[in-house]
């Protein structure tokens, strides 16, 4: 049997995803499993649609196993959320390649960046860029032009090529068996708000879907009536603008000690984020007081959404502890057995009924669990706490 599978979010899964999907099964795909975001996103936001009507939707378009990126991967940056995803695929012992989307489309120029980019001279050269004010992102990308060219550089421009990269690094660092490989996207850029492509950006219907449109068109036929009925997250308004005063509360009790101990923070950004706090009154304020050039967007709202979570340093560099399954079809179900008696880490197809688990496994469980309970203010109807153990899982047969 072969076994593929990829990493994703799927808010919402569209056509260049069910685009994805169909291209890894008619690769000779015997099961797809999907390691897919709960309920926060890379983006430093609460999900759109929930996990679990995300799963479905990855069912019903062609994945056959979905299981849960961690919070504290699903909210980060873009290698420490490769990590956790080829980490947790690498530990079922049986995903046999990774798939995953890029501009280029080309798998050997994505490793060649990939070994660039884990290059001693490359580092130290990154390290000297930044120490002048740039981000990371540019300063490797010039570190790379300055010292293996302009081919190899290029690559490392647009942002689905940027997390191609990573996820080989990290199956380098892990001396995994999983072959990756790489589909050239369809349709519009990442965030692109363009429509005159085959398929849209998931931002643009992000934000078509808050202002009330109809997305019903961008949506795999499939999954079209379940995203463009939903009712969780009512058109008109974003979860995060709901979350608003909450995490506004949040950091204006936060120390700047509290403040440093967050994932990601370092420079003095503390001292930034707490001058910002007591000056502003919305999170758009404090976002733009805080930006600065070495400061990505990405990074100041992620920061932002931590503080919300309570999410620190030392929960945020603990490895995968377990696998959790949010769903599957028939398939799937067949193989979960196989998954169990292979996986190197424990599985977790019920939380009523836990495997024993390490102290690190416990305690990012709670977490997951309090974020889930914290993301469930956010939608039209205020949902009790529990229900990331209560939730159940979403089966397709």
């Given amino acids: 049997m072969k076994i593929s599978s990829l990493i994703c979010e799927f808010d919402p899964l569209h056509k260049g995803h069910k685009y994805l999907l169909d291209t890894i099964r008619k690769s000779g795909a015997d099961c797809i499993i999907a390691c897919m975001s709960g309920s926060f996103t890379q983006r430093g936001e609460p999900a759109l649609f929930d996990k679990r009507t995300r799963t479905k939707a990855a069912l019903i378009c062609g994945a056959d196993i979905v299981i849960e990126l961690p919070v504290t991967f699903a909210c980060s940056?873009?290698?420490h959320f490769a990590f956790g995803g080829t980490?947790?695929?690498?530990?079922?012992?049986?995903?046999?390649?990774?798939?995953?989307?890029?501009?280029?489309?080309?798998?050997?120029?994505?490793?060649?960046?990939?070994?660039?980019?884990?290059?001693?001279?490359?580092?130290a050269e990154t390290k000297k860029l930044l120490s002048e004010g740039m981000t990371f992102a540019a300063a490797r990308e010039k570190a790379v032009r300055n010292i293996s060219g302009n081919e190899t550089a290029d690559i490392m421009q647009k942002p689905n090529n940027i997390l191609g990269i990573e996820y080989v690094k990290a199956l380098h660092r892990l001396k995994s068996g999983i072959i990756p490989n790489t589909i050239c996207r369809i349709g519009a850029d990442h965030d692109s708000m363009e429509t005159d492509k085959s398929a849209v950006s998931a931002?643009?219907?992000?934000?078509?879907?808050?202002?009330?449109?109809?997305?019903?068109?961008?949506?795999?036929?499939?999954a079209a009536?379940?995203?463009?009925?939903?009712?969780?997250?009512?058109?008109?308004?974003?979860?995060?603008?709901?979350?608003?005063t909450v995490m506004l509360f949040r950091l204006r009790t936060m120390t700047k000690e509290e403040l440093s101990l967050l994932p990601d923070i370092s420079e003095g950004l503390e001292n930034r984020i707490y001058k910002a706090v007591r000056s502003?009154?919305?999170?758009?304020?404090?976002?733009?007081?805080?930006?600065?050039?070495?400061?990505?967007?990405?990074?100041?709202?992620?920061?932002?959404?931590?503080?919300?979570?309570?999410i620190t340093k030392e929960e945020y560099l603990i490895k995968p502890q377990y696998i959790r399954i949010l769903g599957f079809n028939g398939?799937?179900?067949?193989?979960?057995?196989?998954i169990k008696r292979r996986s190197s880490l424990p599985v977790i197809s019920t939380l009523s009924k836990l495997p024993p688990l390490s102290e690190e496994g416990i305690k990012l469980l709670e977490l997951e669990s309090r974020c889930d309970d914290i993301y469930n203010l956010s939608g039209s109807e205020i949902i009790p706490c529990g229900e990331n153990i209560t939730g159940g899982i979403v089966t397709i047969m």
């Fill in 77 to 79: 940056g873009a290698e």
């Fill in 225 to 244: 009536e379940l995203f463009s009925g939903y009712t969780k997250a009512p058109k008109g308004q974003s979860r995060l603008s709901r979350l608003e």
């Fill in 280 to 310: 502003e009154v919305s999170i758009e304020g404090i976002l733009k007081s805080v930006k600065a050039k070495r400061y990505p967007m990405a990074r100041l709202k992620r920061a932002l959404a931590h503080a919300l979570l309570g």
């Fill in 331 to 338: 398939t799937g179900r067949e193989l979960l057995h196989e």
């Fill in 87 to 123: 980490a947790l695929l690498d530990s079922l012992g049986i995903a046999d390649s990774l798939f995953f989307g890029s501009e280029c489309g080309d798998i050997s120029m994505i490793e060649k960046a990939a070994i660039a980019a884990e290059d001693n001279e490359v580092s």
């Fill in 203 to 222: 931002s643009f219907i992000r934000e078509l879907y808050i202002s009330g449109g109809d997305i019903s068109d961008y949506i795999p036929k499939p």
